[in-house]
Every structure is written in structure tokens, then in C-alpha cells.
């Protein structure tokens, strides 16, 4: 299998507040997805993860931490792959890098009452966090 390392990224307000997730909207129309991608060979699974935040989103994410491991093989219909689920924060104003159609910033709030569409299993894996985290 294929390691991806994905980042659910906490967007803290000026006070260090969380109120909102950032997420990517896929190009491909499959729905939101949360920002990562693929380890690659000679990389850590963290730097992958805070690679791919910044060049997805431009954000620098701190508090990195690894949270979960989900590996279901027919999790993405593209490849069996594995994804190190990371945890982080972020201030400022995300923008959307070359490989997303756009960004798109969750409330909490939304998540827990009315989430998005969401590609692959991402939604099973930001309701699992929402739930445990907020």
C-alpha cells in the first residue's frame, strides 16, 4: 500500500481560539477533503504532513501530532493506501495551491450539525475527530 499523511488543520483566531477546519475542494469533484498526500521515499510521514499544508493551503502548521491510523484497503478507489491521520494548528489566511480546486474553511459547529460532502472516507474520518476533539 501507498502512505499518505493527512492533516486535519485547527484554525486558531487571534486569541488561539479553534473554531474552524480547513479542508481542500478536490478538483475532481469528489467532494472536501482534508489537505495531504503522499509520503514521499527518504521523507517522515510528519514532513510529509506539514509539506503538503503548506503547499496546499500556505499555512505553516504547528502542534503537529500524529492522531490515527486508517487503512481500510478499499478506502480510495484509486490505490490501496494508508493514511497517518496528523492533527495541527494554523493562524492566518489559507490559499489554495495548484493541486486543489479551492480551500474551504469548516466550522465546528457545521461539522457536528451538517457536514459537508466529503470524498473518500474523510467524512467518516473528521466526524470520528469532531467527535472525540470538540
Do not use: N, Y
Not at 474553511?105 to 460532502?117: F, T, W
Amino acid at each position: 500500500p501507498s502512505l499518505a499523511a493527512d492533516v486535519i488543520i485547527e484554525l486558531e483566531d487571534s486569541v488561539g481560539t479553534v473554531r474552524h477546519v480547513v479542508f481542500i475542494e478536490r478538483k475532481d469533484g469528489r467532494g472536501l477533503a482534508m489537505v495531504g498526500g503522499f509520503v514521499k521515499v527518504g521523507e517522515s510521514a510528519e514532513a510529509a504532513a506539514a509539506r503538503e499544508a503548506a503547499e496546499e493551503t500556505g499555512l505553516e502548521v504547528t502542534q503537529l501530532q500524529q492522531w490515527c491510523m486508517f487503512s481500510e484497503p478499499r478506502r480510495d478507489p484509486r490505490r490501496h493506501t494508508a493514511a497517518l491521520v496528523f492533527v495541527g494548528r494554523a493562524r492566518g489566511t489559507p490559499r489554495s495551491g495548484d493541486d486543489a480546486k479551492g480551500i474551504r474553511v469548516v466550522s465546528i459547529s457545521d461539522l457536528q450539525r451538517a457536514p459537508p460532502k466529503f470524498a473518500f472516507d474523510h467524512g467518516q474520518i473528521v466526524a470520528a475527530f469532531v467527535a472525540r476533539h470538540h
